[in-house]
């Protein structure tokens, strides 16, 4: 038996990195999984390999009217809504407040906190036809502690906004029996992270004590958990995942 049997989930930025690797364990545990991206290609062939229980969708997070089209249409497939994983995120660029392009700190504002709020606006109904669900909004350590030479001001930004949107969610929303956590990875094996030196992180992956970085594999584990009834009273709350990278620094 599943820890996910019976239950639909979205899970966005799914064509690749941590979105694909919460796919599979998803679909793993039991889950009917709607993964949704802009890479067409990749998503596609995700959901051919995964088989009937993985609809992959187009789907632009920014858009709210995207994510009214896509709740209404997975209603009409599948059923309400259970589980919702907020993990489409972009970088941006590496640039302080002065220097930033006002167009590029928008862009990254509107993939990786607009869509949070459009995604949670939308699903919540859903959830409540249910009797309940569960959010994971993804972040980053970057949503926890700023260090020197941190990747910029939007993206900062942006992911400590995911973390308070996600306290103050699970707080009006308890008492419909949703519940809201956040995630907060470190240093992961992603395309995100090709700026490692080698296949192993090389110097990125000498600055974490546990010397190394994550597999996507072991976010989705505490996505799961936190998907799951094993986490069936832990909301609001934020959880790091980064081999004790963030106990180096104050929060």
Known sequence: ??????????????????????????????????ATDLNEERGKALAEEL?????FVKHDVTKLDEWKTLVGDIEAKWGPVNVLVNNAGILGPIANVVDIDPEAYLKVIEVNQHSQVWGMKTVIPSMIKAGGG???NISSTAGMLV????????????????????????????????????????FIKTPMMALATDADGGGIADAVPLRRMAEPD???????FLASDDSSYISGMEHVIDGALTALGAS
Do not use: C
């Open 51 to 55: 088989g009937e229980n993985v609809w």
């Open 134 to 136: 569960n959010i994971v």
């Open 218 to 224: 072991e976010v989705s584990s505490l996505a799961l």
């Open 147 to 186: 260090v020197a030479g941190a990747p910029s001001i939007a993206y900062v930004g942006s992911k400590y906004a995911s973390r308070g949107m996600t306290k103050e969610v699970a707080v009006t929303y308890g008492p419909q029996n949703i519940r809201v956590n956040s995630i907060h990875p470190g």
């Open 1 to 34: 038996m599943g820890k996910l049997d019976g239950k639909v989930a979205i899970i966005t930025g799914a064509a690749q990195g941590m979105g694909e690797a919460h796919v599979r364990r998803f679909v793993s545990e039991g889950a009917k999984v709607v």
